[in-house]
């Protein structure tokens, strides 16, 4: 007989509800939850693959260590996990003994914050060691979001969310959310949501140097030269304030600095812009005129325009452009959530700066340093230098800038274990590796994506599967080293409180608990009763109360970023330089560096092609579909070109 569970889609961050029909071991289909109050039963093509990543015989259920052989030849050995936890806590202690706090260093993965049991147990073992060489995915993705919400806000994860359902006027800019189904915005079903915008009379205009899929749906689609977005939203603030456009209407009460930031953006005129973004002055001053003529209107920025050297002016003009216009907090704006486990009001804010990277002198963000520098502080010789790693749920040589010279330093490491289900180009590294426990084998909640979502819901799902015997989840993995440690350091172990309880106890102290008054009463034990979730209602206006800013106050006129218009106007005296700049893409069937072991999403044409456009091809002197060399400073690969009308002129993706 088959059973149905009720299950969260943990890949990416739409968070997609999932029915998962089962039948003892096996997984008999995987379909979307149409009872989910916020992803509606859509799903794409990656939910499916769930039941690969599970099925995997590649997938690690033993611990593994690296064994050389008299030959040179590597092989791995499956161990204990007794030995795997006690030579990974002895090599950390005697390493961190012999060279010090700092010779440990961390990297955390992305998929880290779609396990919460990552989240919330981590610390029992990073407690003991407070390394200045902490990493993560962050300082690749989505630091400058956290710089402008931390600036402007008061706090790293305070987030404006497009609220989608209800806008008039959506500009987009460097984001491909058919792609990639949205990020640091929840937004499951984003095409229908899209096309609902464009059915009720509303725009979608984005800004993007490809005709991306999400492009193909917009009412405008504007190409940009990769890198000048900063130029074309100073431009738009200058046309906002030159005009008389500037309204931020309810915020005005608590808004302050807005003069100072009009003052400074009087030099970037639509006409300074034009030449190196490669959109006209007429053009930009029109969607300036759209955007704060809207009766309701968005302003938001993804990965193209965070990943690039302007990305936290990026980020903060993009707020105080929504703020100009009066669009923040406002429904139909860019609004922010009220999260059932309310990690904002409760949790540190973050900070920026307070100490810098050894070799290069890079600023640390949230006691994290930048994670290009990772490679430098293995291999520079000196106190602090990195001379054991942990890995959990990530694969940097892949993933950050330059992995071949992090390929390389890795190998020079004293100690590395990770924490990881599979053997990849960065755990292979690895003395030890530490395989958790499959997804569908542990609860989930999504401590991180409901604080972004476009809608306040919550949803706890139980396992699908009951955990194999002799098996260990990530989180119990980091108690048993912390205990481990904890032991030798003769100090309390950590008692075993699991993240359900920690869950639960967030709901008990979050906005929706019956202690807190609120008629949902929501607790645990409800979430379990209502495994496809449990709507908490739309977005609401929350300004000034929700800010955490001393006095709740926003000052738009930050002096980071202030200073930094300077910068951007000394690249920018000089003529464009004409050199062809690469943009990446990514493929609803990818994620990030793995699910690349199933076939069912590997299936078909190669997707790695190099898209240029054919007046460039001509100019290179080159062909379609010939093998191309592309080079820069760190390295070079062959592709295939493909020519394509789909990419800007000057821009290869
Ligand atoms: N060229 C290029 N580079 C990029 C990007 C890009 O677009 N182009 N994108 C950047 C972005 S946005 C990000 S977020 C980073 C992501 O880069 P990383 O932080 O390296 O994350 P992933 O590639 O998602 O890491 C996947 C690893 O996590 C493991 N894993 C999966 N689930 C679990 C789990 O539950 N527990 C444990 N312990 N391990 C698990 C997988 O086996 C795999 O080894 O890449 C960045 N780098
Ligand atoms: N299918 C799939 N989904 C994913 C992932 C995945 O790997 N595959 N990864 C997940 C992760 S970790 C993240 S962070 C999100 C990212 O989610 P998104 O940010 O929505 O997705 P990206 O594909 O990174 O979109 C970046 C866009 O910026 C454009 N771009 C590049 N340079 C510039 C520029 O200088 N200016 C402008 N305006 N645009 C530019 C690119 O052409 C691209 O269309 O996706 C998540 N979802
Ligand atoms: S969009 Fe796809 S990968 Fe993302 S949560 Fe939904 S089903 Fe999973
Ligand atoms: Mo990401």
Redesign the pocket.
Known sequence: MSTLHYRAC?LCEAICGLVIETEGQEILSIKGDKKDPLSRGHICPKAIALKDLHEDPDRLRQPVKKVTGSDGQISWQEISWQEALDTTAERLLEIHDRHGVDAIGI??????V??YG?MTHQNNLFRFFHTRNRF??TS???LPHHLASLWLFGHKSLFPIPDVDRTDYFLMLGANPIASNG?LWTVPDVRKRLKQLKQRGGKLVVIDPRRTETAELASEHHFITPGTDALLLAAMLNTIFEEGLCDPADLADFVTGLDEVAAAVRVFTPEMAAPHTGIDADTIRAIARSLAGAERGICYGR?GVS?QAYGALCQWLIQVINIATGNLDKPGGSMFTLPAMDTVSTTNPGGFGRHHSRVRGLPEFDRELPASTMAEEITTPGDSQIRALFT?????V???PNGRQLDDALAQLEFMVS????I?E??RHADIIL??TS?LEHDHYDIAFHINAVRNTARFNEPVFDKPEGSLH?WEIFTELGNRVATALEQEPRAAMAPHDVVAMGLKLGPYSASRGSEHALSLDKLKENPSGIDLGELQSQLPERLQTPGKVINCAVPQTMADLSRLMKEFSAAPSGQLRLI?R?HVRS????MHNFHRLVKGKNRCTLLMHPDDIAAHNLASKVDATLSSRAGSVEVTLQASTDVMPGVVS
């Open positions: 943990h990297y955390m993965g992305n998929p880290a779609h396990n990552m993560s995915a690749v993705d989505q990020s990965m990943t959990g749920a990530g694969n940097p892949l993933s950050t924490l990881d289900p599979y990849n960065t755990t395989p958790p997804p990530d990446g990514r994620n990030n560096s793995w």
